[in-house]
């Protein structure tokens, strides 16, 4: 493919606008650490004339009929598909990940496009028999109001459109923040708003390297109603304590710490396929990520080894080169954190069966670890990178204790032949999404969002528009 800049958009969008700023910071990318461009550092002040002119905007855009809103994001789903390439060689030199997964995310990004275009026109309410009176009781769902939406460097499109589709079929209009590691993706997606007849100031795209202060701002703003946030549990934390002081709405995507259940009656093969496919997307650098592998006692050795082979053939390299399955990691931190669990890991016994080294530049080594200790790092936090940490489990009541001793509950996966364990252990595993026998389960049409620590909410399917409407009771009397 070749390289083509013009989607590089070194300007913030605000206003319908894209608009350049004094002070830019640069976008680095991970595979180089080159810098691939710069774009504005939206000052503060700027970001409260965004919210007043959403807020403004809002109330045009939540009386526009929903046949007109959902054509205006039906047109964009085409814009996206139509410019697949070009969003693609963006989002892998921002982020690091393969060209083929930038194209597979493209096509998800647009998938909650054309699947709100369509939700929004459903947002039904209700009419109710009253107990008490003869007043006739109904109910109708109402756009939330200005929402801010934070979004990661992980998928720098997909987790944009989980948030900014649902909210704009619902009539809101929105403020968003990109991960500073990963602006251009969203500024490329504003282009394709503003052809596709958005209106400016119902879509904005703020670029900033102050995260903390941005956040703080969005958080506490009275004219924000809403803030939809994905990334860790600590800053996620730290917004519902700041959207609290205007008891704002929020939903919350945050960590992960998943398991994968391999049963001595699973089919070993569809589950190293599994492991494969489930750990090792954007590197290891997915909330939905496996971090644990609880394996049977019976099959260890044999699922150790197969998957052994497969991950020590894992092409490892600059995601624009062809056959690469491993990128880069984001940033050297985002290594040190790889490399402290490994080290951690093996002082406490665990083998090194492939990998298991910090190659050059952000890139480490896909790795195999066996015997891990259960008290490891690798089994309490969320080691974001390509590390396949296995234990040993005897009993089913063994794995799902070992699999729930979290706080945090995204996701989980398990493998098993037997119908009524996959019955039992899908209701007893404390986790929003469970995956049995597959390690793909991320669907436009599924709801996605954990429990305990992970987060509140939910993104994709009808329970994603919800998030970004209100339910008004009215009782008319006679
Ligand atoms: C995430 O890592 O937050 C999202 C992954 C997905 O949607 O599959």
């Known amino acids: 493919m070749k390289m083509d800049n013009t989607w ?14 004094e002070k830019k910071f640069d976008v680095l990318n991970p595979a180089t650490n080159d810098s691939i461009g710069k774009v504005p550092d939206i000052p503060l002040a700027q970001v409260e004339q965004a919210i007043v002119y959403a807020d403004k905007t809002w109330n045009s855009w939540k009386t526009t009929p929903i046949g007109e809103r959902s054509k205006l994001l039906q047109k964009l789903y085409q814009l996206t598909l139509e410019h697949r390439e ?32 369509e939700e929004g026109k459903r947002a039904y309410g209700d009419t109710i028999p009253a107990v008490s009176s003869e007043n006739k009781l109904f109910t109708i769902k109402q756009s ?5 939406a934070i979004t990661p460097w992980n998928f720098p499109l997909a987790m944009l459109t989980r948030k900014v589709a649902p909210a704009l079929a619902a009539g809101c209009s929105v403020i968003l923040k990109p991960a500073s590691q990963t602006p251009f993706t969203a500024l490329a997606f504003a282009k394709l708003a503003q052809h596709a007849g958005i209106p400016g100031g119902v879509f904005q795209v703020i670029t900033s390297t102050n995260s903390q202060g941005v956040g703080k701002l969005l958080a506490t703003s009275e004219l924000i109603r809403k803030i939809s946030f994905t990334g860790s549990t600590a800053v996620g934390r730290t917004l ?3 959207a609290a002081s205007t008891i704002k709405r929020t939903s919350m995507e945050l960590g992960g710490n998943a398991p994968f259940i391999v049963f001595d009656d699973a089919d070993i093969s569809a589950a190293v396929s599994g492991a494969v496919a489930a750990k090792f997307r954007n ?18 050795e044999q699922f150790a080894e197969a998957l052994t082979k497969e ?9 624009m080169d062809d056959g690469v399955k491993v990128g880069p990691l984001i940033n050297e931190k985002a290594v040190e954190k790889v490399k402290k669990h490994v080290e951690d890991a093996v002082g406490r016994g665990a083998k090194i069966q492939t990998g298991g080294s910090h190659l050059e530049g952000n890139f480490f080594s896909p790795t195999v670890l066996i015997d891990v200790h259960p008290d490891s790092l690798i089994a309490t936090e969320e080691t974001f990178g390509p590390v396949c940490a296995l234990f040993r489990f005897a009993t089913e009541a063994e794995a799902i204790d070992a699999a729930n001793d979290t706080p945090f509950g995204l996701a989980a996966y398990f493998y098993s032949e037997n119908v ?7 209701e007893q595993l404390e986790s929003g999404m469970v995956g049995i026998n597959t390690g793909v389960i991320s669907d436009a049409s599924a709801p996605f969002g954990g429990v305990k620590q992970s987060g509140v909410g939910r993104e994709g399917s009808h329970h994603g528009l919800d998030e970004y409407l209100e339910v008004k009771y009215i009782s008319y009397g006679k």
């Not at 930038?102 to 054309?114: G, K, R």
């Open 240 to 242: 519902m304590e700041q």
């Open 8 to 21: 590089l958009i070194e300007k913030a969008y605000l206003r319908g606008e894209f608009i350049d700023a």
């Open 86 to 117: 070009q969003l693609a060689h963006v989002m892998t030199l921002e982020s690091g990940k393969p060209l083929q997964e930038s194209l597979v995310e493209v096509d998800y990004a647009a998938s909650f496009i054309l699947w709100f275009a």
């Open 144 to 148: 939330v109001g200005v929402v801010a």
């Open 420 to 426: 009524r364990r996959c019955h039992r252990v899908s």
């Open 283 to 300: 590197a290891g650098q997915t909330c939905v990520s496996v971090n644990r592998f609880y394996v049977h006692d019976d099959v260890y």
């Open 311 to 319: 991950v020590s053939q894992l092409k490892v390299g600059n995601g």
